[in-house]
């Protein structure tokens, strides 16, 4: 397969289309999160379907004093990877193809979700995320997009958008990919120097951490509620040696502290420790946030939630999320449903928080 470059959206809207059109948008700097989210694009689209890959490093995304300049472009490596993940058409508009009159005037509003987290750090970034996928979902006219959910609450907004304005497109998640250290996979990443990607990885030891605190938790609480406090069951475990691990359960269960405020004290505890490293990790936020709104969470909350953490690194400012459950025991290993986060693994109950879990190979994509 010879892969198309498409520079207008005349060449793009004179293209043949046959069957669904899947849309993969990225600002370049193509890696192995996003070849991931180009083959999950080819599985849906199917054979008889395309693959549409947009690059637009889009300057309505960038505030003052960040990396606009300084963003890595890559076009003929980015062609490369597109066309091995099994793209069909690169479309690689200029600034002026995309925005004719200049910055435009009439945006995408990001609304109360847009000024929370990244939006709070990045005043103004989600409107210009807003607008240029609103354009790009008009010029390529997909069935279906496929986004990363390393950048939780951009898809949480995406999806959103197309709902509340009728769209009429699938928005689809990829999990992150990881590299084999733990650390999310970005194009960021090659500005960190070794000191400073080791420093960098409290981010996703802080994720896990917390993760693990939580499935114990849940690990003990569901032991507890299985044992019946009845005389006849207590016998029983008694005669085969398990009174103790039952009491134990319980004991736990009920004075530990649990929830959502143990899984924030667990993975700030690690970034406490990572900003006393040399170089320092200098954290912008922790949050446990619902995934529809992105508000905090309260310690009776119930169903799916986003942990997610922003810090940087010298200059190099970094994000990653994991999904957490709350008070839904059968989600333990089950499959999340569309757009929720994804599940996690069992974990012994004995946890250290400053080792990530022995699987960190990678899950899906990162845009």
């Given at each position: 397969m010879t892969i198309t470059l498409l520079r207008t959206a005349g060449e793009l809207?004179?293209?043949?289309?046959?069957?669904?059109?899947?849309?993969?948008?990225?600002?370049?700097?193509?890696?192995?999160?996003?070849?991931?989210?180009?083959?999950?694009?080819?599985?849906?689209?199917?054979?008889?379907?395309e693959v549409v890959v947009t690059l637009f490093v889009n300057p309505l995304q960038f505030g003052e004093g960040e990396d606009l300049d300084r963003y890595p472009r890559t076009l003929d490596a980015d062609l490369k990877i597109a066309e091995q993940a099994?793209?069909?058409?690169?479309?690689?508009?200029?600034?002026?193809?995309?925005y004719p009159g200049g910055r435009p005037q009439v945006r995408i509003s990001a609304g109360p979700m847009g000024e929370r987290l990244e939006g709070a750090s990045?005043?103004?970034?989600?409107?210009?995320?807003?607008?240029?996928?609103?354009?790009?979902?008009?010029?390529?006219?997909?069935?279906t997009a496929l986004y990363g959910q390393k950048d939780a609450q951009q898809l949480a907004l995406?999806?959103?958008?197309?709902?509340?304005?009728?769209?009429?497109?699938?928005?689809?998640?990829?999990?992150?990919?990881?590299?084999?250290?733990?650390?999310?996979?970005?194009?960021?990443?090659?500005?960190?120097?070794?000191?400073?990607?080791?420093?960098?990885?409290?981010?996703?030891?802080?994720?896990?951490?917390?993760?693990?605190?939580?499935?114990?938790?849940?690990?003990?609480?569901?032991?507890?509620?299985?044992?019946?406090?009845?005389?006849?069951?207590?016998?029983?475990?008694?005669?085969?040696?398990?009174?103790?691990?039952?009491?134990?359960?319980?004991?736990?269960?009920?004075?530990?502290?649990?929830?959502?405020?143990?899984?924030?004290?667990?993975?700030?505890?690690?970034?406490?420790?990572?900003?006393?490293?040399?170089?320092?990790?200098?954290?912008?936020?922790?949050?446990?946030?619902?995934?529809s709104d992105f508000t905090e969470i309260a310690d009776d909350f119930t169903g799916e939630a986003v942990l997610a953490v922003a810090a940087r690194v010298g200059t190099t400012r970094l994000i990653d999320n994991i999904p957490l459950s709350f008070g839904v025991p059968e989600s333990l290993g089950a499959v999340a449903s569309p757009g929720a986060p994804e599940p996690f693994e069992a974990v012994p109950e004995s946890v250290d928080p400053h080792t990530p879990p022995a699987s960190h190979a990678p899950h899906g994509a990162a845009s």
């Open positions: 809207h004179a293209r043949a289309r046959n069957g669904r059109r899947a849309v993969v948008m990225t600002m370049g700097a193509l890696h192995e999160g996003h070849a991931t989210l180009i083959r999950s694009a080819r599985e849906i689209a199917g054979r008889d379907g099994g793209a069909d058409a690169v479309f690689a508009p200029s600034v002026e193809e995309v990045r005043p103004g970034h989600f409107d210009g995320m807003l607008t240029v996928v609103a354009k790009l979902l008009h010029l390529t006219r997909p069935d995406i999806r959103r958008m197309a709902r509340d304005l009728n769209f009429g497109v699938e928005i689809v998640g990829v999990p992150t990919v990881r590299e084999h250290d733990g650390l999310a996979l970005s194009s960021r990443n090659r500005y960190l120097s070794p000191d400073e990607r080791r420093t960098a990885l409290a981010l996703s030891r802080a994720l896990f951490a917390g993760r693990d605190r939580h499935a114990a938790q849940e690990a003990l609480r569901a032991r507890a509620r299985e044992v019946p406090s009845t005389h006849a069951r207590a016998e029983a475990l008694s005669a085969i040696g398990e009174s103790r691990a039952a009491a134990d359960a319980n004991a736990v269960a009920k004075a530990a502290p649990g929830g959502p405020a143990a899984v924030r004290a667990t993975a700030r505890m690690v970034l406490d420790e990572a900003a006393r490293l040399d170089p320092p990790l200098a954290v912008d936020y922790l949050a446990l946030v619902d995934p």
